[in-house]
């Protein structure tokens, strides 16, 4: 099983700063990562597929990257609906696996 | 509007059955393949089923969680998805969620999930 690593498990940002998040697999897996945002009461949203590719209507603050089996979300300019938990997930193998999340709080 | 509804969720005792549904609308169905997704109380999601399309034989996989106990199933005519529960165990609580395996990668469309919860 591939496990998904992410870090920090809390970030503590201001609003209209820039946020950095970390996933790290634990082997290979090409670029199949998603990234989702879930605000507290909601279903997980997806904002990231194929680890750069933003969905459909997710606005242009959030980019994702990769390096090898290092992954980055970022948000650019943290407004205040941002600030929820996101987690990682990899589909590349199965079972399909999701990091712990990383919560996203207001400084 | 793409949507998905799941249903059919609620108290159980350990050992017991229970059969979720998930509805779709507002996208042709049978073009997707779609998964089973849950969230134990304060916890992260955790992927426990998924079944494609006819296109791909309708094929299953299962989290080693769940694997010998659920099975997922669909029904195409009806949009409908379903994911049967036996020998339900109290760690199987928690909120399940359908969603639509994207074309193009991750899981695209989410129910607001069904909340199963497992007690004596």
């Known amino acids: 099983e591939i496990v998904m690593t992410q870090s920090p498990a809390t970030l503590s940002v201001s609003p209209g700063e820039r946020a950095t998040l970390s996933c790290r697999a634990s082997?290979?897996?090409?670029?199949?990562l998603a990234w989702y945002q879930q605000r507290p009461g909601q279903a997980p949203r997806l904002l990231i597929y194929?680890?750069?590719n933003r969905a459909t209507g997710i606005p242009a603050r959030f980019s994702g990257s990769e390096s090898g089996t290092e992954f980055t979300l970022t948000i650019s300019s943290l407004q205040s609906e941002d600030f929820a938990v996101y987690y990682c997930?990899?589909?590349?193998?199965?079972?399909?696996?999701f990091g712990q999340g990383t919560k996203v709080e207001i400084k | 509007e793409e949507q998905l509804v799941e249903s059919g969720g609620g108290l159980v005792q350990p050992g017991r059955s229970l059969r979720l549904s998930c509805t779709a609308s507002?996208?042709?169905?049978?073009?997707?393949?779609l998964t089973w997704v849950r969230q134990a109380p304060g916890k992260g999601p955790e992927w426990i089923s998924f079944?494609?399309?006819?296109?791909?034989?309708?094929?299953?996989e299962y989290a080693a969680s769940v694997k010998g106990r659920f099975t997922i199933s669909r029904d195409d005519s009806k949009s409908i998805a379903y994911l049967q529960m036996n020998s339900l165990k109290i760690e199987d609580t928690g909120i399940y969620y359908c969603?639509?395996?994207?074309?193009?990668?991750?899981?695209?469309?989410w129910g607001q999930g069904t909340l199963v919860t497992v007690s004596s």
């Open positions: 082997q290979s897996i090409r670029s199949n």
């Open positions: 969603t639509r395996d994207g074309i193009l990668g991750g899981d695209d469309c």
């Open positions: 194929r680890a750069s």
């Open positions: 507002g996208f042709t169905f049978r073009d997707y393949s």
């Open positions: 997930q990899q589909y590349n193998d199965w079972p399909r696996t």
């Open positions: 079944i494609r399309n006819k296109v791909y034989g309708m094929t299953t």
